[in-house]
């Protein structure tokens, strides 16, 4: 099992930034498609932001403008930057490393929370 480590959750106030982080091996890190979800609770799981290997970006239209995804590939880690936090960004976000083809691996992090207060 491939192990991917967040870390920069936290609590801020509405109009704040955070970033988080995800790292894992370079074996892996190098030839997978990353992404940020997060999961409300009473809710499901949503994408928020992704990155492939090659580092085609897309977001979902309620982090658009306001999130930054980015992968550094020499330290093996995915970075999400949040600015101008909403109390309904508030979620559990979690890592993914996916394969870059079909039917392959599909791993997750522990999830880091994220709390925004209005």
């Known amino acids: 099992q491939v192990q991917l480590v967040e870390s920069g959750g936290g609590l801020v106030q509405a109009g704040g930034s955070l970033r988080l982080s995800c790292a894992t091996r370079?074996?892996?890190?190098?030839?997978?498609?990353m992404g940020w979800y997060r999961q409300a609770p009473g809710k499901q799981r949503e994408l928020v932001a992704a990155?492939?290997?090659?580092?085609?970006?897309n977001y979902a239209d309620s982090v658009k403008g306001r999130f930054t995804i980015s992968r550094d590939n020499a330290k093996n880690t995915v970075y999400l930057q949040m600015n101008s936090l909403k109390p309904e960004d508030t979620a559990d976000y979690y890592c993914n490393a996916r394969s870059t083809w079909s039917k392959g691996y599909n791993y997750w992090g522990q999830g880091t929370q994220v709390t925004v207060s209005s």
């Open positions: 990155i492939t290997n090659i580092g085609n970006t």
């Open positions: 370079a074996t892996i890190f190098s030839i997978s498609n």
